[in-house]
Structure formats: structure tokens, C-alpha cells
């Protein structure tokens, strides 16, 4: 079902976030030796995963859902993709820096990508709200 796919991918993105702001509130020099640092780069690493297919799962969702009006969603669906590429660019090159400190991810949790990018993401996940609750396919009534 393509809008849950495009759920499960907001969600890792939001998960990966929420635990960047916990890990740059820890104060830490660097990532080596501490369990959070792990945890980091592992959610980094399915948050870039996410992000990388959010467009394309967007784009499913927009024709086999039935997302109307087809237009507007194409015109955010190009968005999108450039608001991912941006947020992708800051998460990947932190993610490929030998030490993460929490200033580090403090500065990108600032990012304004990221919270472009995160902000399309509520925007995405509130109008697929009706479509997920009537099955996927249906179109609201509202539209």
C-alpha cells in the first residue's frame, strides 16, 4: 500500500530526528565507544534510506491512492524531491564524518533542510490521514 509505505518512511525520518535532539543534548566530544553514538548512526543510516525513497513513494502513492487533485501533489511532489535532496546531502555528510560530536548534531538538527524536509513530512502525513483511513484508495469527500 503505498501511503503506508510513505508512513513508514515519515516515521523513521521523525524517529531519527527526535533521537538527534537527545543525542545533541548529551553534550558528547564524540560518537566512539558510547551506545548512543551506535544507535546514531544507525538510525542515521535508515533515516537516509528513508529519505532517499520518499519521492518515489510519494509519486505511488499519488497515482495508485488516488490523491486528488493529481496536480497540486505533482507540483509538491517536485518539492519534495528537492527539499530530500538538500536534507540528504547535510545527513550524509555527517553520517560519513569519523567522530560525531553533538555539536555536530545540533547544528544539523538546526539545519534549515532538515526542518524544510520535516515539515513536508506533517504536511504529507496530514493529508494522507482520510486516504489511509478509508482503505488507501478512497478519495475524501472534502476533495
Known amino acids: 500500500m503505498p501511503l503506508q509505505d510513505l508512513a513508514v518512511r515519515c516515521d523513521i525520518v521523525e524517529e531519527c530526528y527526535e533521537f ?20 546514531l548512526r544507525l ?13 518515489e513513494s ?5 497515482t495508485q491512492s488516488g490523491l486528488q487533485p493529481v496536480s497540486k501533489h505533482e507540483a509538491f511532489l517536485a518539492v519534495l524531491d528537492r527539499d530530500c535532496k538538500a536534507a540528504l ?17 545540533d547544528n544539523l538538527n538546526a539545519s ?9 513530512l506533517f ?3 496530514e493529508i494522507a490521514k482520510p486516504y489511509r483511513a478509508a482503505g488507501d484508495q478512497a478519495v475524501p469527500a472534502e476533495v
Open 123 to 125: 504536511i504529507l502525513d
Open 20 to 39: 538527534m535532539l537527545a543525542y545533541a543534548a548529551q553534550g558528547l566530544s564524540r560518537d566512539s565507544g558510547t551506545g548512543s553514538g551506535d544507535q
Open 43 to 55: 538510525l542515521l543510516g535508515k533515516a537516509v534510506s528513508a529519505i532517499a525513497g520518499l519521492p
Open 89 to 105: 546531502a547535510g545527513m550524509e555528510l555527517v553520517a560519513a564524518q569519523p567522530a560525531i560530536s553533538s555539536m555536530l548534531i
Open 58 to 62: 510519494y509519486k505511488a502513492a499519488i
Open 112 to 120: 534549515v533542510h532538515l526542518r524544510t524536509l520535516l515539515t513536508d
